[in-house]
């Protein structure tokens, strides 16, 4: 039964590859970062991952490979949030990055689901990453990571307020990935992306204006008010390839 389970996902795999996706905007990217707060949403998960971690890969509607990583929801993502002291990264010379995320990760990869993750990824020639705040960061050790093993697939990362989780050394490794790009979206009123330990790559970040400045931290950090700032930007609509002529 395992087998033929196994054989079916794997039909669906290819299906999915052998088609030629139409390339997503900002607009669908930060409505699926939004729905991965919610459970049991549409997007069924291809990998078999214990539901504490938040992640889910799918193919959407037109055939990208999504991944996507749930932000904090819970008292075990705040203690996680809250060790944030900066640990060395085994697998960056120098580079240092924050110690709940990165031991997240590091359990994430040991788990038996993840190995299928590998198989996925290597039938793509795109993966889109998206995540908002501590999901962000996390999803950017995760590409980190895949980019190491699967130089021949392109990993696009986008970030909604993501806080401050690596040294400078960390990002000088991630740019010298030539099948990795970065986007960083921020609101003006949220003080979240100035939290932490660590700093932004400036040039790869995309500031978002809203009509209503909110002093509430909290309100102003929630991941539907990006999907409003998003909505309001006049290259929602463009796909990220044409967003990276800003950037890159």
Same mark, same amino acid.
């Given at each position: 039964?395992?087998?033929?389970?196994?054989?079916?996902?794997?039909?669906?795999?290819?299906?999915?590859?052998?088609?030629?996706?139409?390339?997503?905007?900002?607009?669908?990217?930060?409505?699926?970062?939004?729905?991965?707060?919610? $459970?049991?949403?549409?997007?069924?998960?291809?990998?078999?991952?214990?539901?504490?971690?938040?992640? +889910?890969?799918?193919?959407?509607?037109?055939?990208?490979?999504?991944?996507?990583?749930?932000?904090?929801?819970?008292?075990?993502?705040?203690?996680?949030? /809250?060790?944030?002291?900066?640990?060395?990264?085994?697998?960056? +010379?120098?580079?240092?990055?924050?110690?709940?995320?990165?031991?997240?990760?590091?359990?994430?990869?040991? $788990?038996?689901?993840?190995?299928?993750?590998?198989?996925?990824?290597?039938?793509?020639? !795109?993966?889109?990453?998206?995540?908002?705040?501590?999901?962000?960061?996390?999803?950017?050790? /995760?590409?980190?990571?895949?980019?190491?093993?699967?130089?021949?697939?392109?990993?696009?990362?986008?970030?909604?307020?993501?806080?401050?989780?690596?040294?400078?050394?960390?990002?000088? $490794?991630?740019? $010298?990935?030539?099948?990795?790009?970065?986007?960083?979206?921020?609101?003006?009123?949220?003080?979240?992306?100035?939290?932490?330990?660590?700093?932004?790559?400036?040039?790869?970040?995309?500031?978002? !204006?809203?009509?209503?400045?909110?002093?509430?931290?909290? +309100?102003?950090?929630?991941? /539907?008010?990006?999907?409003?700032?998003?909505?309001?930007?006049?290259?929602?609509?463009?796909?990220?390839?044409?967003?990276?002529?800003?950037?890159?």
């Amino acid at each position: 039964m395992i087998g033929i389970k196994k054989l079916l996902i794997h039909s669906l795999i290819f299906f999915g590859s052998s088609l030629s996706p139409l390339i997503p905007n900002l607009n669908k990217l930060a409505k699926y970062t939004g729905s991965s707060y919610k $459970e049991g949403n549409e997007n069924n998960s291809l990998l078999n991952l214990p539901t504490h971690f938040g992640i +889910k890969i799918f193919y959407d509607e037109d055939s990208n490979l999504i991944l996507t990583c749930r932000g904090t929801s819970n008292l075990s993502d705040w203690i996680e949030n /809250i060790n944030c002291a900066l640990v060395k990264h085994k697998g960056v +010379k120098n580079a240092m990055v924050h110690s709940g995320y990165y031991n997240t990760m590091q359990k994430m990869i040991a $788990e038996p689901g993840w190995k299928f993750l590998h198989e996925i990824v290597s039938l793509e020639k !795109d993966v889109y990453l998206c995540g908002h705040s501590s999901a962000a960061a996390k999803n950017i050790l /995760i590409c980190h990571y895949l980019a190491q093993k699967h130089s021949t697939t392109n990993f696009h990362i986008i970030a909604f307020g993501m806080p401050k989780f690596a040294d400078s050394h960390f990002y000088r $490794e991630l740019k $010298e990935f030539k099948n990795v790009k970065l986007i960083s979206v921020r609101l003006a009123d949220d003080i979240v992306p100035t939290l932490g330990i660590g700093v932004h790559d400036q040039k790869s970040t995309l500031y978002l !204006d809203l009509k209503n400045f909110i002093l509430n931290p909290f +309100k102003a950090h929630q991941m /539907i008010r990006y999907r409003e700032a998003v909505l309001l930007y006049k290259k929602c609509n463009d796909t990220i390839n044409s967003l990276y002529d800003n950037f890159f």
